[in-house]
């Protein structure tokens, strides 16, 4: 399709502390004992896109990321790490890289999606349309586990969030109008010449941008270059072309009213009666895409448009812990053809090198990685226990995820929580809805719920 792909690969994101450290960036978080970046490689792809660059804030982090891309990609895809400055924003990543983009449309991924829509639909879309910037949309995900609240209780049901208020044409096909749903507070504003050109606006709630954006490049850079205070795509970028689309011979003076906060109101009067005019003086462009394809005044207009996923798929960005317990619960759950593993008869994934004690249980939607011990008369439920972990006697571990070479010792009952790499929990430890820095050692016979382990 001749689309160079960037990856937008983050570094140590203070949203996922303490599941971050220095040895594992935001990229290399696991999910069913894999990297969340080997899930959009591989989703990539999956779309014959294989021309990479991977961005990665701070060196240190691009490091990880590239000796980890060096050993799994070998052959497969052709994959540069750039590293850029940490804390510059998307946007600000973008332009640090800005004389690596060469092609005419560039597609932009989050680093930390997992999913099964084919980013190619939205490549494809970008291209029928000729549009400056194309979003992917996709339906609101539910966050916690099926059976609880959070990530241990019973008593609460799943309710999809509402980050992104959205704005359609009647067709689907532009994109009208976007902003978080957290900025809303009673009021908003639109674009009166959007709504003049468009006649009517179709307000979503139960749909999100899925950070994954096809741009023309030159668009994308005269942006950039000249808006030097915007740091991000989503907040700063988007909804800056989205606002400005119907910029033209047609639409201008009433645009620069409405940006500059000037002008008098007859001539806006006047403006809108014209294109109100034109557009129905002809009666087989009476709609919103017709106009842009009509021809009418295009010198400075762009469209801005929209791919929104089929309901089916699945899509979850790892972008907080619950996320990061919610998709590692269902890419061995409900959703785990996007895992890569085959799965036994019992629904549950059990490496052929672990052990397990007498009269020990591995239910359903479960897997034990490379290597790990588990003892006598353990219950694990639910979970993702990584490689050569040491688990004693005794043990329930319910709704969790347990990362490489921890060490869970007798007596210990972990529910709705995360164990790094390399945590010690000593004997007889209770946790509930916790999380455990990589290293850090749980003091035996102590019980703790909602609490967070860290070294400060």
């Known amino acids: 399709m001749d689309f160079q792909v960037v990856i937008l690969a983050g570094g140590f994101s203070s949203y996922l502390v303490p599941l971050v450290s220095k040895e594992v960036p935001k990229a290399l978080l696991p999910v069913a004992n894999r990297p969340v970046l080997s899930y959009v490689l591989d989703l990539l792809e999956s779309s014959n896109l294989k021309d990479l660059i991977v961005v990665v804030e701070g060196e240190d982090a691009a490091l990880k990321v590239g000796g980890w891309i060096s050993s799994a990609c070998v052959d497969r895809l052709h994959v540069e790490v750039a590293a850029v400055a940490e804390n510059v924003g998307t946007a600000g990543a973008l332009r640090a890289i800005a004389h690596h983009l060469t092609a005419k449309d560039i597609l932009i991924v989050s680093g930390d999606i997992v999913s099964d829509i084919p980013p190619g639909a939205v490549a494809a879309t970008h291209r029928r349309h000729d549009a400056a910037v194309t979003v992917m949309l996709c339906a609101q995900p539910v966050s916690g586990p099926s059976e609880s609240g959070g990530s241990g209780g019973k008593d609460k049901t799943k309710k999809p969030a509402c980050d992104d208020i959205i704005g359609l044409d009647s067709l689907k096909q532009f994109l009208l109008y976007i902003a978080k749903g957290t900025e809303i507070k009673k009021d908003t504003r639109v674009k009166k010449s959007i709504l003049c050109a468009a006649g009517k606006m179709e307000i979503r709630s139960d749909l999100m941008d899925s950070h994954i954006y096809a741009f023309k490049r030159a668009v994308l850079q005269e942006v950039l270059?000249?808006?030097?205070?915007?740091?991000?795509?989503?907040?700063?970028?988007?909804?800056?072309?989205?606002?400005?689309?119907?910029?033209?011979?047609?639409?201008?003076?009433?645009?620069?009213?409405?940006?500059?906060?000037?002008?008098?109101?007859k001539n806006n009067m006047q403006n809108n009666e014209v294109v109100l005019s034109q557009i129905l003086s002809n009666a087989s462009m009476p709609s919103f895409h017709q106009v842009y394809e009509s021809g009418l005044g295009t010198r400075k207009t762009h469209k801005c448009c929209v791919y929104i996923a089929d309901e089916s798929k699945y899509f979850v960005r790892l972008n907080s812990i619950q996320a990061f317990m919610d998709v590692n619960r269902d890419v061995i759950g409900e959703s785990n053809h996007l895992s890569g593993y085959s799965f036994s008869a019992h629904h549950n994934i059990v490496h052929p090198s672990a052990e397990l004690g007498s009269k020990t249980t591995v239910g359903p939607h479960c897997m034990l990685g490379e290597g790990s011990q588990v003892g006598d008369k353990c219950s694990v439920k639910r979970s993702v226990i990584g490689r050569h972990c040491r688990i004693g006697s005794n043990v329930k571990i319910v709704n969790s995820v347990v990362m490489d070479h921890a060490t869970i010792g007798d007596g210990c009952s972990i529910q709705g929580s995360v164990i790094c790499s390399n945590a010690q929990l000593q004997e007889r430890v209770t946790l509930r809805d916790c999380q455990v820095e990589a290293g850090y050692v749980v003091c035996a016979g102590s019980e703790h719920k909602g609490e967070t382990f860290a070294r400060k």
Do not use: I
């Not at 011979?249 to 009213?257: E, L």
């Open 225 to 265: 270059d000249q808006k030097p205070a915007f740091r991000s795509l989503k907040q700063d970028v988007l909804p800056y072309l989205v606002r400005t689309q119907l910029r033209s011979d047609v639409f201008s003076d009433q645009s620069n009213v409405e940006e500059n906060g000037n002008g008098n109101g």
